[in-house]
């Protein structure tokens, strides 16, 4: 109760008088005489000059429809770049994934034969063998993703410069 009475009490702050002065002249502002020149004739707009502005307005609309047509088949071909290229990027995977799987088996059934041997001629002969074999699956893998480098890389760039190249055309024609 007490708190009531000391907020009425309380005097108005001179911003609120302010305030009130400032909403008459927004409200008094659409007629105000500046904005009204009767005495001044009215201008009227050569037809040429009408007629070029109209013609500017129609070329920057054309030139930007197909500067917007150009960044959309840009945007498009990027797209299907780095499509290709996640796909290339998942078959590099596979075939590493695929390596190591081999080079896995391969080494566990190694393993599997060292626990038969009965001689250390034997193991020495498995081991050797084991070897040689392995050496030549890790060249044939070692190809294999070269080869599959190489074509990820030369689909990647084939891609991306082709979608450069017909950027830069359709920038040139616009």
Not at 16 to 27: E, N
Not at 133 to 151: I, V, W
């Amino acid at each position: 109760m007490t708190e009531t009475k000391t907020a009425a009490a309380a005097p108005k702050a001179p911003r609120a008088k302010t305030a009130k002065a400032a909403d008459a002249t927004i409200a008094a502002f659409p007629n105000f005489e500046a904005f009204t020149m009767p005495n001044m004739p009215k201008m009227e707009i050569p037809a040429v000059t009408r007629e070029m502005a109209e013609k500017s307005i129609e070329q920057a609309r054309e030139a930007y429809a197909k500067l917007k047509t150009a960044a959309e088949d840009a945007t498009d071909l990027i797209e299907d770049g780095f499509e290709t290229t996640r796909r290339s990027v998942l078959d590099f995977n596979h075939k590493a994934v695929d390596a190591a799987r081999a080079n896995t088996d391969a080494t566990f059934q190694f393993v599997k034969d060292m626990f038969e041997v009965k001689t250390l001629a034997e193991a020495i002969e498995l081991q050797t063998s084991f070897a040689r074999a392995q050496f030549d699956a890790f060249g044939a893998q070692a190809k294999d993703m070269q080869e599959l480098s190489t074509k990820l890389a030369g689909e990647m760039n084939e891609t991306f410069k082709g979608a450069v190249e017909k950027a830069s055309k359709d920038f040139k024609a616009a």
